[in-house]
């Protein structure tokens, strides 16, 4: 069976706390690759928990291996060539930006894709577009 995203889960967040929405151009590309990490990183959670009970431990051990920056390098060559322009664009800003950090084990190349990647998640969550995050995800994550 289907399941669609039935809640719009920032609406509900911009509601329960009185926030005002904000013009997506408002943000920086790492704010937004910061929100995406989170966002990335509770759709890999959710799915992992969800194929069974586990130590956390083991939890753990499986989620950082699939939301490591390499693996999401890996997960935006597999996209790329679906996204829209804007996308594309917001994948760019991201990849290009001029962070302060970097991701311990992972080649520069890999931690500038994987930002991008975030950052393009944070602008679709922000922008209310949870079903092409899922979509983006599910089809980065497909096997060949």
Known sequence: MDKSVNIDFVSVVEETFA?????LAQYSSLALA?????????????????????RANLLHKTVSGMVKAS?????????EPVLTEEEKGVYRRGRN??????????????????TGFEALIGYLYLAH??????????LGLQEG
């Open 19 to 23: 926030l005002e929405e904000q013009p």
């Open 34 to 54: 910061y929100i995406g990490d989170g966002v990335y990183d509770l759709i890999i959670r959710t799915m992992v928990v969800e194929k069974g009970n586990a």
């Open 71 to 79: 693996a999401q390098a890996e997960i935006i060559k597999k996209i």
């Open 97 to 114: 930006a001029k962070s302060y950090t970097k991701a311990k084990n992972a080649s520069l190349s890999d931690y500038r894709q994987a």
């Open 129 to 138: 577009k949870m079903d092409r995050i899922l979509e983006l995800v599910k």
